[in-house]
């Protein structure tokens, strides 16, 4: 089973305090791009001091892409390993970005994780990836499920098999998230308790739980919502049938009062002695629904290059509809396409709006408006800062003269575009070509 953690939560800069002060917290999570080696938070040195197990969870490596995991995101991944003194590290089964060399086209970005094809090609990818992975990080990994708006077409087995070969194959632990599991049963019609008896419930490091809401029949899972009692009737059900090394409340925003957290985090743990008590009165229906279903292991192609090539193009496909506006490839459902490019731009401008928090203070009402437009031409290919430098060139080359709000603009964007980087790259020729009108106006 690994490491027994016990009792968690998400810690996130604003409720860092009211996370220090929290009874019964064994170990908290912490995204692992937002933290730095060498200057990590007080709280979280003040956490670790205490002997509070910090677990960094990355969400930036796209282990489920088609090309193989960047070198230097794992190097930056195990560096925050070290720096925190995590027994383990995690990530998720999606992709984030497609196009690239595998396609010959621009490399574009979600913003978000995606869902990969629950297909062979898929699974041969996502496993030499996972291997690769594993090769470059010092401590155990594992990879949650993701919650999904859309479906692949044409998919070859059900998430419990996928997850289940996943784990065979390359002896990876899963982060079993139960709130998404609550999601694809809403937006994908998928059984939790299905998808539960088909995992090797061995190989589970730990499981997330989190809150949402459902709006027009679609479930969005938001971290930003109380956790309802679906979900919580899924964590009993897992806890039936194993008892979890350790479970997380997970709230990137909206956060409550620490007392409301409080109450989660016992409504959490009434939900998992639930499950136990179910399990201790019968202890063999956990082992006989985990038996079930499971598929024959496979061990699969040594080498994933002509799957990477037919996933690459897929990929390209889906993600081009989603943030360019291309065509809905055949087979997806055109409506839930939809509902997920709105959310990814909707999510693009949330987190621009957060690491560049002048430009709503400049635009005011009109800045989600005006990202929303930009982001229905312009796919994110960078990170969300170099996104928020391409959201004001944009308004900067088309925004009529009006007033104080261009002239902050140019000069946010002026103090931003960075002292004569090397000529030799097209983006900085672009840049430097669009300092020099800008500096005219």
């Known amino acids: ?11 996130r800069p604003e409720i860092a305090d009211a996370v220090e002060r929290m009874p019964g917290i064994d170990w908290v999570e912490v995204v692992a791009e937002n933290v730095c080696p060498g200057h990590l938070p007080e709280s979280l040195l003040r956490l670790r001091e205490r002997g509070v197990t910090v677990v960094p969870h990355g969400v930036s490596l796209g282990l ?30 999606a992709f984030v970005r497609a196009g690239g060399a595998l396609t010959a086209s621009p490399r574009i970005e979600a ?3 995606l869902p990969v094809p629950r297909t062979r090609d898929a699974l041969d990818v996502l496993c030499e990836n996972v291997r690769i992975a594993q090769d470059a990080l010092p401590v155990p ?21 996928f997850l289940y070969e996943l784990a065979d194959r390359t002896g990876v632990r899963l982060l079993i998230d139960v709130a998404n599991l609550h999601t694809n ?3 994908r019609g998928e059984d939790p308790a299905k998808a539960l008896a088909e ?11 989190a809150g949402g809401f459902e709006r027009d029949g679609v479930w969005h899972d938001s971290h930003a919502h109380p956790v309802p009692e679906p979900v919580l009737d899924v964590l009993t059900d897992l806890a039936s049938r194993v008892s979890p090394p350790g479970v997380l409340l997970e709230r990137d925003e909206n956060f409550p009062e620490a007392e409301e957290m409080e ?3 016992a409504a959490i743990r009434r939900a998992v002695e639930k499950g136990a008590e179910r399990r201790e009165a019968d202890p063999a229906a956990g082992a006989a629904g985990a038996a079930s279903a499971r598929p024959s292991s496979r061990q699969g192609s040594a080498d994933a290059a002509p799957q990477r090539q037919r996933l690459a193009l897929a990929q390209t496909a889906v993600l081009s509809a989603l943030v360019a506006g291309t065509p809905v490839p055949e087979g997806f459902d055109r409506v839930r396409m939809g509902v997920q490019a709105k959310a990814l731009a909707a999510k693009r401008a949330d987190v621009v709006a957060k690491v560049a928090p002048e430009l709503p203070v400049i635009l005011g009402d009109g800045y989600r408006r005006a990202f929303l437009a930009y982001a229905q031409t312009r796919p994110m290919t960078g990170g969300y800062r170099q996104d928020a430098m391409d959201f004001v060139e944009e308004l900067l080359l088309t925004r009529p003269e009006d007033t104080r709000a261009r002239r902050e603009l140019r000069v946010w964007w002026l103090e931003r575009s960075g002292p004569r980087p090397r ?8 840049a430097r070509a669009t300092r020099r009108v800008l500096l005219r106006r």
């Not at 089973?1 to 810690?11: A, N």
């Not at 995992?199 to 499981?207: Q, S, T």
């Not at 000529?423 to 672009?430: G, N, W």
């Open 1 to 11: 089973m690994g490491v027994r953690l016990g009792s968690g939560i998400g810690w």
């Open 64 to 93: 489920g892409g088609a090309e193989r995991p960047d070198e230097g995101r794992l190097a930056a991944l195990a560096e925050r390993v070290a720096a925190l003194g995590a027994p383990l590290v995690t990530e998720h089964i």
């Open 111 to 113: 913003g978000h994780l």
């Open 141 to 161: 990994l594992a990879v949650e499920n993701i919650a999904a708006l859309i479906a692949w077409p044409g998919e070859e087995m059900t998430e419990g098999q």
């Open 185 to 187: 049963h809403v937006n």
């Open 199 to 209: 995992l090797p419930l061995e190989a589970i490091a730990y499981v997330h739980v």
């Open 263 to 265: 109450r989660e985090l």
């Open 423 to 430: 000529s030799s790259r097209p983006a900085v020729r672009l």
